[in-house]
């Protein structure tokens, strides 16, 4: 088993917009029970989606009357309002527990060293606005087996940026608060290439690294 729920990075360009947040599902209805809400300790509602094989470990193996650290792909449908894709959950103790394969993990496993509602966003940083706190990055999703080719994404981030790093490819630490993903650090990894021809090589930093993730 995995020591995080988010894989490190393998390439300097990897994309990715990944996190954990804790909270309980609670889907729409029995008729739309991949559609719903997570609901976090403040009781704030953050628009939700279960994604693939997820719902059936969901039915068989967890309490969904409690909360759980959720694994999620972050999206911005609307101005200030947060919309999570649930692809995992990060809780060792209770999936090693109905394993008989596997010995029980400690609860303290189910802890992350980043805490709850880390998220882990690379891409190209399209739009930044330091006095306004705000912040847009282009993220890129990878082909899928079949062949086709998702359309990029875009993340609307609180956060101070600078324009310097406009059309950069950047690492960000980001941490949610309630239906806001705040930046807390930046990582300027280089210059996005240009209709001419690659941009030059760039490493440069701003703000405190904090620890890395995937997606």
């Not at 190209?124 to 998702?150: C, H, M, W």
């Not at 600078?162 to 993903?181: I, P, T, W």
Request: charged content about 25%; overall charge neutral; glycine content about 8%.
């Amino acid at each position: 088993m995995r020591d995080h729920p988010i894989p490190a990075v393998t390439e300097p360009l990897q994309y990715r917009a990944i996190g954990v947040v804790r909270g309980i599902f609670r889907p729409e209805s029995e008729e739309q029970s991949t559609r719903g809400h997570l609901v976090d300790a403040e009781g704030q509602e953050i628009d939700a989606v279960v994604l693939g094989r997820m719902l059936t470990l969901m039915r068989r193996h967890l309490d969904m009357d409690r909360p759980h650290l959720w694994v999620v792909y972050p999206r911005c449908r609307e101005a200030g309002q947060l919309h999570l894709q649930i692809a995992g959950i990060w809780e060792p103790s209770t999936l090693s527990a109905s394993d008989p394969e596997e010995q029980p993990a400690d609860p303290a496993t189910d802890r992350l060293p980043e805490g709850d509602d880390y998220f882990s966003i690379r891409g190209e940083l399209i739009y930044t606005k330091p006095e306004a706190s705000e912040v847009v990055v282009k993220v890129r999703q990878q082909p899928r087996n079949d062949g086709f080719r998702p359309l990029p994404f875009k993340l609307q981030l609180s956060g101070d940026v600078e324009l310097a790093h406009l059309r950069h490819f950047v690492s960000l630490d980001v941490r949610r608060q309630g239906q806001m993903l705040q930046v807390q650090s930046a990582d300027v990894i280089a210059p996005m290439p240009t209709r001419g021809g690659k941009g030059r090589n760039a490493s440069r930093r701003s703000g405190d690294r904090g620890r890395q993730g995937n997606s």
